[in-house]
Nanobody
C-alpha cells in the first residue's frame, strides 16, 4: 500500500524557519510528481508547491515563491519543504501529496492520487 508520512512540523516563532519532510513508500517514487498542500482552520486546502519526477521543474503558489523551497531526494524517496521567514499566516496542517505523472499536471488537490495525514505547523506571533 502507498504510504506518505510527513514529519518536521512544530511550533516556531515569527521569522523562524522549519523544514518538513515526506517519506514515501509503496510506490515507484520516480514515477510521481510530488506536492505540498496546506489547510488552515476554517479554510480550504491550498497548493503550496509541487516538484516533478527529477526535481527539474517546480511550481510555487505565487505569494510563497522565494520564501519556501521544495526539493526531492529520489534515493531516499523523500520530498522536503524548506520554509523561511515564517508568519502566523503560515499556520496550518501541511500535507504531502503524490500524482502518478512525471511532470506537474495540476495545482489543485483533486489532481493528486495519494495523501499523507499531515503535520501541524504553528507560527507564534
Amino acid at each position: 500500500q502507498v504510504q506518505l508520512v510527513e514529519s518536521g512540523g512544530g511550533l516556531v516563532q515569527t521569522g523562524g524557519s522549519l523544514r518538513l519532510a515526506c517519506a514515501a513508500a509503496g510506490l515507484t517514487f520516480r514515477d510521481y510528481t510530488m506536492a505540498w498542500f496546506r489547510q488552515a482552520p476554517g479554510k480550504h486546502r491550498e497548493m503550496v508547491a509541487a516538484i516533478n519526477w527529477n526535481g527539474g521543474d517546480t511550481y510555487y503558489t505565487y505569494p510563497l515563491k522565494g520564501r519556501f523551497t521544495i526539493s526531492r531526494d529520489n534515493a531516499q524517496s523523500t520530498i522536503y519543504l524548506q520554509m523561511n521567514s515564517l508568519s502566523p499566516e503560515d499556520t496550518a496542517v501541511y500535507y504531502c501529496a503524490a500524482d502518478f505523472a512525471d511532470n506537474i499536471q495540476s495545482i489543485h488537490d483533486a489532481g493528486y492520487d495519494y495523501w499523507g495525514l499531515g503535520t501541524q505547523v504553528t507560527v507564534s506571533s
